[in-house]
């Protein structure tokens, strides 16, 4: 406000306004019920959830950070073992999601390389092209030509078959 204003005009409001208290012999109903809603209802469950809330602080659980045990692979399971083709298979999903999510890393890993580096971006990501070149490699050689249906079978058939193509391109070249 300018220095010169009417104050008058643009009062100041008090600063404590008086707070009336009614004094009678009748107690007041909302303060009694909310005692009593306090102590029947809101003391009781205050206390059951602390004394959960302490329990869980005892050991905590992370459901972003799930460890599943390692199975045996599908080679090892025993023939009619259908828990463990069923186990080997969940493991075989689980690992190609990583797989597919650590090829993602480095993806990103190159696409950030090559924005920060601009035009320098051949000479500076070399090491994250190389990378990238071995991860795709190594991810196409094992899950390559399966298709969105591949299972854990076809994959081992897979790794069998590129075992045997290599053992006989071995043999060739010795003799």
């Known amino acids: 406000m300018p220095e010169d204003s009417d104050w008058e005009a643009y009062k100041v409001p008090p600063t404590r306004t008086p707070v009336s208290e009614r004094i009678t012999s009748v107690p007041n109903p909302v303060t009694f019920l909310q005692t009593a809603f306090n102590y029947v209802v809101d003391a009781p469950v205050t206390f059951v959830r602390e004394w959960i809330e302490r329990q869980r602080a005892k050991n905590k659980f992370y459901y972003y950070h799930q460890k599943f045990r390692r199975v045996p692979d599908l080679s090892e399971c025993l023939e009619g073992d259908y828990l463990c083709f ?15 999510e650590i090829v993602e890393i480095v993806r990103e890993r190159l696409g950030a390389c090559k924005q920060r580096e601009g035009p320098n971006e051949f000479q500076n990501c070399a090491k994250e092209v ?7 490699k190594a991810y196409q050689d094992r899950y390559g030509d399966l298709g969105v249906h591949g299972n854990a079978r076809t994959c081992l058939m897979k790794q069998k078959h590129r075992m045997m193509e290599e053992r006989k391109a071995q043999a060739e070249a010795s003799s």
């Open 130 to 136: 190389e990378l990238l070149a071995q991860v795709t």
């Open 86 to 100: 069923f186990e080997a298979e969940a493991q075989w999903r689980r690992d190609r999601l990583v797989d597919t």
